[in-house]
């Protein structure tokens, strides 16, 4: 592919990451926000981004990569030669499709447009548009500059041109992508994520261990044969059979809400919404939002660097 122009409409938390990784290769990255002042924010996000990760060795040339994103608060303008789109916008139904529905008019015919909901299905996202073909997702995971994985996912009507081009875009921007067949809330990497969360919250919520020692858990824990080997390989590294016994004995005990407990709901209604509220599951109490986000992604990094990823 030949230095393509690509866009990011949402310069937020996700968005700026995004942005980042696609100016990793030639071509301009369009980064559209709804003020100046928000995209300021999201410049510098980048270019402290990039300093961590050239202390790491994981980029070289700053300079160029800074210089190809180049911000608008004009959706138009971020669009009309762009051969990839990618929203990056709240968790809003409305919002998205409205935005989708905008996109098809602006941007070109062939160019590819896709979503890095989280949760949302494509279907749901981009309901108001016509070109289904052109569909697609791009799930990222915070920090996007740092996490390796993008999963692009079909939409109920997506080319399979469409998924190899994404796939193969991802792939030239140093991520590692997989593929999604299906159209699911959640995906793969998140509804996997969600069954260990519930489990977590519901261990929390009955007393059985304290949040540091079920986070523990995870760290110290199975965690890290995760860096090597995914669930399904270590079944069958330990052998299907045990699986098959070891499911009999626990399953039936695992937790099965299928709502948030009550007891985050009512942490929420109280303010406790985690680091940006100073409370959480932990006491955040007097640290910096923006400073203990970068303490976080300077720890990924030094074990990316160390594992050679």
Known sequence: ???????????????????????????????????????EVAMARIH??????SRYGLVDDTVEIAARVRPTTDLAEAVNSARLVVEAVSEDV???????????????????????????????????IESGWRVVGSHFFLPAQVIPLVEVSRGPETSEETMRWTYDHWRACGKEPIRIEKDLPGYVANRMQGA????????????????????????????????????LEQR???????????????????????????????????????????KGFYDWSGRDEEE????????LLERMAQLGL
């Not at 929390?204 to 890290?224: H, N, P, T, W």
């Open 1 to 39: 592919m030949t230095n393509p122009t690509r866009a990011v409409i949402g310069p937020g938390l996700m968005g700026h990451g995004i942005a980042l990784v696609m100016a990793k290769q030639p071509g301009d990255v369009w980064l559209c926000g709804v003020s100046q002042e928000e995209l």
């Open 48 to 53: 402290r981004s990039l300093d961590q990760l």
């Open 94 to 128: 409305n919002l998205k499709r409205k935005l989708f529905a905008d996109l098809e008019k602006l941007a070109p015919a062939d160019s590819i447009l896709a979503t890095n909901s989280s949760g949302l299905t494509i279907a749901e996202s981009t309901a108001d």
């Open 196 to 231: 260990l969360m519930r489990e977590a919250i519901g261990l929390l919520a009955q007393s059985v261990a304290s949040a540091e020692d079920i986070d523990k858990a995870v760290r110290m824990g199975f965690g890290l044969r995760y860096l090597v080997s995914g669930p």
């Open 236 to 278: 069958d590294l330990g052998g299907l059979d045990l699986h098959v016994t070891l499911a009999r004995e626990l399953w039936p005990h695992l937790d099965r809400s299928t709502e948030p407990f009550a007891m985050v709901t009512e942490m929420v209604a109280r303010g406790e919404l985690g680091l940006k509220a100073g």
């Open 292 to 299: 203990t986000r970068e303490a976080n992604h300077e720890a």
